[in-house]
């Protein structure tokens, strides 16, 4: 037999009255909460959108408005003409070759000869030999 915590029969009773009512107030509190949360629910849904990805979204919509338009044959010829490659001019060089007077013609001649007079001093023949053996 299973014994109660209470004395008597009616207080038993009574008891098991109060936790019906406890779970009853508890199921309506959980009742009206998930109502609550639904109302809130339906209005609090927004989602965090960055200003990149409104741009991003906007530019894509600029883009699908747009209906592209059937070019005649007339403006697909004009549109191969203006896209015709433009001859470009080479640089001309000899324009951008340094002037020089002569005095600086001279000093770049003696530079040149004391480089010549360098070579000539040197026997290459010879530092050949001397590296082969």
Do not use: C
Not at 13 to 42: I, S, T, Y
Not at 61 to 77: F, V
Request: hydrophobic content about 30%.
């Amino acid at each position: 037999m299973i014994e109660s915590l209470y004395a008597t029969e009616e207080e038993n009773l009574q008891a098991a009255q109060e936790g019906e009512k406890v779970v009853d107030e508890m199921e309506e509190a959980a009742r009206l909460a998930k109502e609550m949360r639904k109302a809130n629910q339906e209005h609090a849904v927004k989602e965090y959108t960055s200003k990149f990805e409104k741009l991003a979204d906007a530019s894509k919509k600029e883009e699908i408005q747009t209906p592209k338009k059937e070019k005649t044959l007339g403006e697909l010829i004009e549109e191969k003409e203006e896209k015709a490659p433009v001859a470009k001019k080479k640089p001309d060089f000899d324009a951008m070759k340094p002037i020089y007077s002569d005095e600086e013609l001279a000093e770049i001649e003696e530079d040149e000869m004391e480089d010549n007079i360098w070579d000539d001093d040197v026997d290459y023949e010879q530092y050949d030999e001397y590296y082969d053996d």
